[in-house]
C-alpha cells in the first residue's frame, strides 16, 4: 500500500454570536478548521484535524509514494518540519486513523486499551463574573460534570480568583476546580510581559484556599525552574506543555521535576505516537498525564485516544462554555459532536480507527464558506 494524495479542506464556520476566548484579545467571529485525508492506493482513506495545515502543499511530497505503515518514520519527518515550518502533526493522526480503520480496531486499543472511557472536565474558554461563574457551574453538575477548568487573565486576577471562589462556594466539593493562567505561550503579536515567580506564587497561595487541583501554565514555558519551586513551595499541583514544540521541552520538564500534570495536544504537538511515549514516562514517574483538546471534535477524540490508550487522567479535558463555546460550535464538521454521557464520562469511539464520522454536507458548506472568505 502506497500513500496517493495527501488533502487539506479548510472549513470556516461563521459564530453569531462571537465567542470571546480568554486568551485572545480579539473576539473569534469564525471558527475554521482544517480537515486531513491521506489516501492510498488501496482505497483506504485516513481522516485527521487539528492545525491550520497551512503551507503543508510545500511538503506533501515526503510523504506521497511512502507506506502509510512506517509510522515512525512519518512522525519524523513531521518533526523535521515542524522545526522549518508548521505543526503539521494531523497528518500523523490521519495515518493512524487509516491503520486503525485498516485493521478494524479503535487506535485506543492499539495504543495499549488503559481504559474505554474517561470523566470529562468542563474546560471553560470565556472570562466571566462571580456571579454567572457560580450559576454555571451549577448547571456543569446538573448536566453529569465532575470538575471544571477556570481562565484567569494575567491582568484579571482579581476577578478569576473570585470566579474560583464563587464556584466553589456554590457547589462545593461537587466539582473538581482547575485553573488555567495560560502563561506558557503567547498569541501572535502578544509581547506583554507575564507573572514572574513571585507574583504567580501570591496567585497560587490565594488559590490553595480554594482546593484547585492544579494550575496550569503559571510562567513561561521556558522557566522549568520557577515552575519547580512554585510546586514545591505552595503544594499546588502544576501542568503545562500543551503547546511544547518539541518532545525534548516537555522531556526536560519531566526531568527538571518541574509539571505535575503533562497535557500535550497530539495534533498540535508531538503527535499520537510522540504524545503516547511521553505519557508512559510521566504515568511511570507517578505524574498525571491529560492531554490539550482544544482545537475540534476531531482533535478531542484524538487525545482521548491517545489518554485512554496509555490509562491517563485522571480528567479528560473537554472544551465546554455554553452559549459561546458548544459542542456542536465546536464540532460542526461531524454527524453527530462528541458528547459527555450521564455519568460526566467521555467514552472511545467502537469504530475502527479514531471513529471521525463527518457529516459532508457540512463540510461541503463549509468548506464553500471559506473559500468565500479567502478568495
Known amino acids: 500500500m502506497k500513500i496517493t494524495a495527501i488533502r487539506v479542506q479548510r472549513l470556516r464556520s461563521e459564530l453569531a454570536p462571537p465567542f470571546h476566548a480568554a486568551w485572545d484579545p480579539v473576539p473569534r467571529r469564525a471558527f475554521e478548521a482544517s480537515i486531513v485525508r491521506v489516501e492510498t ?5 485516513g481522516i485527521a484535524s487539528g492545525d491550520t495545515m497551512t503551507g503543508f502543499e510545500e511538503f506533501e511530497h515526503l510523504f506521497v509514494g511512502k507506506d502509510p505503515h ?3 518514520l512519518h512522525a519524523r519527518t513531521l518533526a523535521t518540519i515542524a522545526f ?3 505543526r503539521y502533526w494531523p497528518v500523523e493522526a490521519a495515518l493512524w486513523d487509516l491503520v486503525g480503520r485498516e485493521l478494524g480496531t479503535p487506535i485506543a486499543t492499539i495504543l495499549g486499551g488503559g481504559c474505554q472511557r474517561l470523566p470529562a472536565y468542563a474546560s471553560w474558554g470565556e472570562l466571566r463574573p462571580a456571579g454567572q461563574r457560580a450559576d454555571d457551574a451549577r448547571a456543569l453538575v ?3 460534570f465532575r470538575a471544571v477548568k477556570i481562565r484567569i487573565a494575567r491582568d484579571r486576577v482579581e ?5 474560583v471562589a464563587a464556584v466553589r462556594e456554590a457547589v462545593g466539593k461537587r466539582l473538581d476546580i482547575i485553573v488555567d493562567l495560560n502563561q506558557w505561550w503567547r498569541m501572535a503579536g502578544d509581547i506583554e510581559r507575564g ?9 497560587l497561595e490565594r488559590l490553595r484556599e480554594h482546593e484547585v487541583i492544579w494550575v496550569e501554565e503559571p510562567l513561561d514555558g521556558d522557566d522549568l525552574s520557577g515552575m519547580r519551586a512554585l510546586r514545591q513551595s505552595t503544594g499546588v499541583r502544576i501542568g503545562g506543555g500543551e503547546m511544547a514544540r518539541t518532545f525534548a521541552e516537555l522531556r526536560a520538564a519531566l526531568g527538571a521535576d518541574a509539571l505535575d500534570v503533562y497535557q500535550p495536544d497530539a495534533v498540535l504537538t508531538l503527535g499520537v505516537g510522540g504524545a503516547r511515549t511521553l505519557g508512559e514516562l510521566v504515568l511511570r514517574a507517578n505524574r498525571w498525564f491529560t492531554p490539550h483538546t482544544w482545537t475540534n471534535g476531531i482533535g478531542l477524540l484524538v487525545n482521548l485516544h491517545v489518554c485512554a490508550g496509555v490509562g491517563g487522567g485522571p480528567y479528560l479535558e473537554f472544551p465546554y462554555d455554553p452559549p459561546g463555546w458548544t459542542p456542536e460550535r465546536r464540532d460542526f464538521m461531524l454527524a453527530a459532536p462528541v458528547a459527555v454521557d450521564a455519568d460526566g464520562m467521555v467514552r472511545v469511539p467502537e469504530a475502527p480507527g479514531l471513529g471521525v464520522e463527518l457529516d459532508e454536507d457540512a463540510v461541503a458548506f463549509h468548506a ?3 473559500q468565500r472568505h479567502h478568495r
Do not use: K, S
Open 195 to 203: 507573572a514572574g515567580p513571585v507574583d504567580a506564587r501570591r496567585t
Open 41 to 45: 492506493d488501496a482505497g483506504l482513506v
Open 368 to 370: 464553500a464558506a471559506w
Open 142 to 144: 446538573e448536566r453529569g
Open 70 to 72: 512506517a509510522l515512525a
Open 84 to 86: 522549518h515550518a508548521g
Open 159 to 163: 476577578q478569576g480568583v473570585a470566579a
